[in-house]
């Protein structure tokens, strides 16, 4: 039998021997190639680069939605605005034809509600007549040759102070106190008895609060305190591509639907300044139905048939304009940028409505990358003027 001095001895040899073989390390020494890390880098790089290939794309997708969305609230906002409003009231407090009114920075005197300024090869404008712009109330203060009857003052209160108001709309402080031109045609109540001021007034009465007429030059009854006064307005609306304001500029990349108040009522230092409405709209069209004859509140057919409002019953320049009871109005609004669309090689052909479907200078206009949206609405003047 062995001794255990020996067995020590054989199993360090056979340790040694191992060891010296290399069949049994006793440490661990794993790890990559070159090879290996060089096509594990060029994996992850093409990995790389098909996520960033998604990424841009579904972000270019996202952002010319988010622009096609852009313009499509922008035709609604545009729509919904003061515009149909506006329209909506035209021959607000004014007479039934004929008359004639005459206004700074308006060439021709106006002898109809609506203004038609058509174009065959380009946007419409229109000028509204009306509208209304709440300037006061009646308030007689003691005054007894004021808001009576055969009286030829008016006597105001828009502060609500409880006396005669001297600071009034109609009136400047240079030099001598005159009606601010624009704004002589007023209406009391909202009654289709239209009065102008007279160009002149009196430092004494102007402090006392009184507003001398000219047109008719007495009143045809005694009005109570509270009754409101409404300045007549001259709205216009068109499409501008220069400088509007110092602050907006429209440009032909940038163009605006802009609102021209000849009464400056909603702002501008002189007639004729406008004011942005909304960006990027490329196009407004009108057209206009009539009620000539028989003049009995339905547009007149024109096509044959008895249904009140045919798109064939419109026309885009009536001849009478005074004859006008509703209008259908269309805005083309336009992506801000083209870029996003030439980004993915998409371009799209102009919106022509109207009399511009004829129009070769539209139909035929190279294609761009500019998405569009259209809006067109009926709308029904509340206050037409026919003289019934």
């Given amino acids: 039998m062995k001794s255990n001095a020996g067995y020590k001895t054989n199993v360090i040899a056979l340790l040694r021997r191992s060891e010296n073989d290399g069949r ?37 997708s996202y952002k010319f939605q988010e622009d096609v969305s852009e313009a499509q609230q922008t035709v609604r906002f545009a729509m919904d ?31 109809s509600p609506v203004v038609v300024t058509n174009s065959a ?57 005159t009606y601010v031109p624009n ?15 007279a160009s002149t007034q009196s430092d004494a009465e102007r402090a006392a609060g009184k507003v001398a007429l000219f047109s008719p030059a007495t009143l045809d009854r005694a009005y109570p305190d509270g009754t409101s006064v409404y300045i007549i307005q001259a709205v216009q609306y068109s ?41 990027n709209i490329e196009d407004i069209q009108f057209a206009y139905g009539i009620d000539a004859s028989p003049k009995d509140g339905i547009i007149d057919d024109s096509g044959g048939a008895t249904t009140a409002y045919e798109a064939d019953d419109f026309s885009n320049a009536p001849v009478d304009a005074s004859s006008i009871i509703a209008i259908r109005a ?4 336009r992506t801000s940028s083209k870029g996003l669309s030439l980004k993915t090689g998409a371009v799209y052909n102009r919106i022509c409505l109207e009399d511009r ?32």
């Fill in 24 to 60: 049994y390390p006793l440490t661990g020494q794993g790890g990559f190639t070159l090879i290996e890390l060089l096509a594990a880098m060029g994996l992850a790089a093409v990995v790389a680069l098909i996520g960033y290939v998604l990424f841009s794309s579904s972000n270019w």
């Fill in 81 to 111: 605005s003061r515009f149909s409003r506006d329209i909506k009231t035209a021959g607000f407090g004014l007479p039934d034809p004929p008359f004639s009114l005459t206004f700074t920075g308006i060439t021709n005197p106006i002898t």
């Fill in 121 to 177: 090869t380009g946007p419409d404008s229109i000028t509204i007549i009306g509208i209304g712009f709440a300037a006061g109330t009646l308030l007689q203060g003691g005054n007894l040759d004021c808001n009576v009857s055969a009286a030829g003052k008016i006597c105001l209160d828009n502060d609500a102070t409880g006396a005669t108001n001297a600071n009034n709309f109609f009136l400047n402080s240079s030099g001598t106190f």
């Fill in 183 to 197: 704004r002589r045609y007023i209406s009391l109540s909202g009654s289709n008895a239209m009065i102008e001021l």
């Fill in 239 to 279: 499409i501008s591509t220069t400088t509007v304001t110092t602050a907006n500029d429209c440009t032909p990349d940038n163009p605006c639907l802009v609102s021209t108040d000849y009464t400056l009522l909603r702002g501008g230092a002189v007639p004729g300044d406008g004011q942005v409405i909304a960006e």
């Fill in 330 to 333: 269309n805005i083309v609004a």
């Fill in 357 to 388: 479907s004829t129009d070769a200078g539209c139909t035929g206009a190279a294609k761009d990358g500019y998405r569009r949206r259209s809006l067109t609405k009926l709308i029904k003047l509340r206050n037409p003027r026919q003289g019934f």
